[in-house]
């Protein structure tokens, strides 16, 4: 009924980028902070990025700060992740959450995409 619903990805080369997109189905997504995770084959799922529900606030992993961008157009009600300089370790399954609340200090995530798929050449 209510879900998260990602697209964007696809096949790429290395050094190239994408533009990962996360809408809401059944709810208006803009109330909430979204966390954007991955999960490579064989491996567990790994926290990418939060966006606040206004934007004003973002987190990133450690890892993660130097090539990936989260933001959101809360006109639109679409939160973004975008990927530079892509490299075949970051191929997987790229997912969107969020939880109750309206901030990134909560990781009791409540709704989940069915993930968009991340492919890297090399």
């Known amino acids: 009924q209510q879900r998260l619903v990602e697209s964007g990805g696809g096949l790429a080369q290395t050094g190239g980028s994408l533009r990962l997109s996360c809408t809401a189905s059944g709810f208006l997504l803009s109330y909430y902070a979204v966390t954007w995770f991955r999960q490579a084959p064989g491996k567990q799922r790994e926290e990418i990025s939060c966006i606040s529900a206004s934007g004003d606030s973002t987190n990133y992993a450690d890892s993660m700060k130097a090539r990936f961008t989260i933001s959101r157009d809360n006109d639109k009600e679409t939160v973004y992740l975008q990927v530079n300089d892509l490299k075949p370790e970051d191929t997987g399954v790229y997912y969107c959450?969020?939880?109750?609340?309206?901030?990134?200090?909560?990781?009791?995530?409540?709704?989940w995409g069915q993930g968009t798929q991340v492919t890297v050449s090399s």
């Open positions: 959450t969020k939880t109750r609340f309206p901030t990134c200090r909560s990781r009791e995530y409540d709704r």
